[in-house]
């Protein structure tokens, strides 16, 4: 790498309030904002909305969308096709 070109990289926090689940990683991110982690530094914080912890593929809450009444409303909504096609 060359040098004075690259971002620092160092730890930052990643915090997800919606699940209050925050893990301590290495990245180019950084945040004006900090907080206290548990081996008593202080490292920089990144709020997300979204992480594996609130993620509904990850939690297994994924809700599967009923394609059939779909289907069914927009037949009788606009008619089924004649001629099998």
Request: charged share 25%.
């Amino acid at each position: 790498m060359q040098p004075g070109i690259h971002p620092p990289y160092g730890p930052v926090v990643f915090r997800d309030r919606a699940a209050n689940y925050a893990f301590l990683t290495r990245s180019t991110a950084t945040s004006d904002k900090t907080v206290a982690w548990e081996d008593g530094n202080t490292y920089p914080v990144i709020d997300v909305e979204i992480s594996s912890a609130s993620h509904p593929f990850y939690t297994g809450t994924a809700r599967v969308l009923d394609t059939a009444g779909r289907v069914e409303r927009f037949e009788r909504r606009y008619g089924k096709r004649e001629g099998g096609r």
